[in-house]
């Protein structure tokens, strides 16, 4: 069984950065993609970003220009570099990665807050 270990969420202040990471816990093969995805208290999951296995990105609307998805296959791990937070950022982040089957990671709260 594949598990996903999401890292780096934390408290930062308005304009701040946070870089998230994502490892999993052994080779996944194939990977279609991998993603980042998050949840705000009362709201619906919704995409942040996406990377397929050729590198192609896909970002939300509402952190384009602001965040970017990068991935290390030799060390099975994605990553989210976070620019220019804002206190609507403020969410549960969960890791996907898409094989065979899709996996979740537990998440990790970022919290955008003076």
């Known amino acids: 069984q594949v598990q996903l270990a999401e890292s780096g969420g934390d408290l930062v202040q308005p304009g701040g950065s946070l870089r998230l990471s994502c490892a999993a816990s052994r080779s996944i093969f194939p990977i279609y993609g991998m993603g980042w995805y998050r949840q705000a208290p009362g709201k619906k999951r919704e995409l942040v970003a996406t990377i397929t296995s050729t590198g192609s990105t896909n970002y939300g609307d509402s952190v384009k220009g602001r965040f970017t998805i990068s991935r290390d296959d030799a060390k099975n791990t994605v990553y989210l570099q976070m620019n220019s937070l804002k206190p609507e950022d403020t969410a549960v982040y969960y890791c996907?990665?898409?094989?065979?089957?899709?996996?979740w990671g537990q998440g990790t709260q970022v919290t955008v807050s003076s």
């Open positions: 996907n990665v898409q094989g065979y089957v899709s996996y």
